[in-house]
Structure formats: structure tokens, C-alpha cells
């Protein structure tokens, strides 16, 4: 079965304060390999699809597989033109869309499969996504909690909440709680609370998480996450050296 949702590189903008060691430039604290893949929902409505949407369905799956996104695009936009009342090809859709960056166009597809169902998660995770890569982070946070409603226990949806805040810079221990429940399934969670650990002055906690992280078996960052780590060690030593002459 194809995994549910699309492979992304979400890019946090938050920075560290002014005092601590900010990471490499060009740093990316989400690793897009850890995603699930977006997108395949099922629902009953698939058994009342027509079959010319159906071969549709078909060609664009045949696409996809070959690694051509945009026709896969376009044949689930002709089976919507045929049966416009399906959950899954909205949602689908949504997610070919994200894969091609357009990421507006992604967000009006899952609000379509939303307004079809409404008590279905996936799509509500799917939409966080892409009001997230949008930078719309209210309603990118509105539909993650949604998502964590109707799916309490999904970890990708208490990830991207995670995600969010943290690029808000808001409710931090909301923030940390949610990326260490997502550790197991995403390496990069360490990453994001390094960060919000750097901005509340907790510099031994954010480089206990860099180093958790250089652990991590096949850890794609590693090299970028070591030099942040030597530079804040750095400026911690200087920091605790100048304050030496002040204790004597």
C-alpha cells in the first residue's frame, strides 16, 4: 500500500536569539526522507467512481510510478471532471500539487476533500502541510489540531503541530512536547528543539539534542549538525571562560 503522504522539504525560518550560536546557513531542520508519503485515503466512495474516472485513477497511478507527476496531476483533474464527489482523488490530487510546489492549489484540494468529508483525518494533516509550506501558520495550526481530534495517536500530525509552533515561536513547552513524543519517527525533531531550547537560553539541553541526533543511524544532516554543535561548544567555552576572571 503507498504510504500516506508526499515527501516534502519544509524550511523552519526561525531563527536562535541573538546571544547563542545560530546553526549553519543553509540549514534545514526537517528531514524530508522521514516523511510519510501524502496523500492515498480510501474511502467507499472509490465503489461509486465511474469507470472512465476510474482509468483515470489508473493512468495517473501508471504516472506517478514512472516519475511523472504533472501528467499524474493532470489525469486525476480529468477523473474529477468526470465524478467530481470523491474524498480520495481530491486528496490525491492535493498531494500531486504539493510534490509540484503549488502548494495553493494543494490547499483548495484538501479543503475540497474536507468539505466532502469532514470527519475524515488525513486531509486536515494534509492541509497543515500545505498552509505550513505557505506560511500560513494559523490555519496551518487550526488543521493540525483538527487532524490530532479526529486521530489522537498520529504521530505525523503531533509532528507538524510540533513544526508549527516552533516556527510561530509559540506555546514552547506545547512545542517541545510534541517533537519529543516524534523523535522515534522523525530524527528532525531533535533539531527543531535544539532550536526552541537555544531561544529559551537552555544551551546544555539543545546540544544534548544535537548530539542525540548525531547518533541516529544514517542521520543525512550529520555534518551540518556537527558544525553547529562545535560552535556553540566553542561559544559556550568562551562564555564560561570570560566569566572566570568575575568569580575570583
Given at each position: 500500500?503507498?504510504?500516506?503522504?508526499?515527501?516534502?522539504?519544509?524550511?523552519?525560518?526561525?531563527?536562535?536569539?541573538?546571544?547563542?550560536?545560530?546553526?549553519?546557513?543553509?540549514?534545514?531542520?526537517?528531514?524530508?526522507?522521514?516523511?510519510?508519503?501524502?496523500?492515498?485515503?480510501?474511502?467507499?466512495?472509490?465503489?461509486?467512481?465511474?469507470?472512465?474516472?476510474?482509468?483515470?485513477?489508473?493512468?495517473?497511478?501508471?504516472?506517478?510510478?514512472?516519475?511523472?507527476?504533472?501528467?499524474?496531476?493532470?489525469?486525476?483533474?480529468?477523473?474529477?471532471?468526470?465524478?467530481?464527489?470523491?474524498?480520495?482523488?481530491?486528496?490525491?490530487?492535493?498531494?500531486?500539487?504539493?510534490?509540484?510546489?503549488?502548494?495553493?492549489?494543494?490547499?483548495?484540494?484538501?479543503?475540497?476533500?474536507?468539505?466532502?468529508?469532514?470527519?475524515?483525518?488525513?486531509?486536515?494533516?494534509?492541509?497543515?502541510?500545505?498552509?505550513f509550506l505557505l506560511q500560513r501558520?494559523?490555519?496551518?495550526?487550526?488543521?493540525?489540531?483538527?487532524?490530532?481530534?479526529?486521530?489522537?495517536?498520529?504521530?505525523?500530525?503531533r509532528y507538524m503541530l510540533g513544526?508549527?509552533?516552533?516556527?510561530?515561536?509559540?506555546?514552547?513547552?506545547?512545542?517541545?512536547?510534541?517533537?519529543?513524543?516524534?523523535?522515534?519517527?522523525?530524527?528532525?525533531?531533535?533539531?527543531?528543539?535544539?532550536?526552541?531550547?537555544?531561544?529559551?537560553?537552555?544551551?546544555?539541553?539543545?546540544?544534548?539534542?544535537?548530539?542525540?541526533?548525531?547518533?541516529?543511524?544514517?542521520?543525512?544532516?550529520?555534518?551540518?549538525?556537527?558544525?553547529?554543535?562545535?560552535?556553540?561548544?566553542?561559544?559556550?567555552?568562551?562564555?564560561?571562560?570570560?566569566?572566570?576572571?568575575?568569580?575570583?
Amino acid at each position: 500500500m503507498r504510504l500516506r503522504e508526499c515527501a516534502l522539504l519544509l524550511v523552519l525560518t526561525a531563527r536562535v536569539c541573538a546571544q547563542t550560536e545560530p546553526p549553519p546557513s543553509p540549514f534545514i531542520p526537517i528531514d524530508p526522507s522521514r516523511l510519510p508519503r501524502l496523500g492515498e485515503t480510501i474511502s467507499v466512495g472509490k465503489l461509486r467512481i465511474p469507470p472512465k474516472a476510474v482509468k483515470e485513477i489508473q493512468r495517473s497511478q501508471t504516472a506517478l510510478q514512472s516519475g511523472d507527476v504533472r501528467s499524474s496531476a493532470v489525469h486525476l483533474e480529468r477523473a474529477l471532471q468526470i465524478y467530481p464527489q470523491s474524498l480520495e482523488v481530491h486528496n490525491n490530487l492535493g498531494s500531486r500539487y504539493i510534490e509540484l510546489h503549488e502548494y495553493e492549489r494543494a490547499a483548495a484540494e484538501f479543503q475540497k476533500a474536507i468539505d466532502i468529508d469532514p470527519h475524515v483525518a488525513q486531509p486536515f494533516n494534509n492541509l497543515s502541510v500545505a498552509y505550513f509550506l505557505l506560511q500560513r501558520y494559523p490555519e496551518a495550526e487550526a488543521a493540525a489540531r483538527r487532524s490530532l481530534d479526529l486521530d489522537p495517536r498520529n504521530p505525523t500530525s503531533r509532528y507538524m503541530l510540533g513544526c508549527i509552533l516552533a516556527a510561530e515561536k509559540r506555546n514552547p513547552l506545547e512545542a517541545m512536547e510534541m517533537l519529543r513524543q516524534t523523535k522515534g519517527e522523525f530524527p528532525d525533531s531533535r533539531l527543531l528543539l535544539a532550536e526552541i531550547l537555544l531561544r529559551r537560553g537552555d544551551i546544555d539541553e539543545a546540544e544534548n539534542e544535537l548530539r542525540d541526533y548525531l547518533t541516529v543511524p544514517g542521520a543525512e544532516k550529520k555534518q551540518n549538525v556537527e558544525r553547529w554543535l562545535a560552535r556553540l561548544t566553542r561559544t559556550s567555552a568562551a562564555a564560561n571562560s570570560a566569566a572566570q576572571p568575575n568569580k575570583r
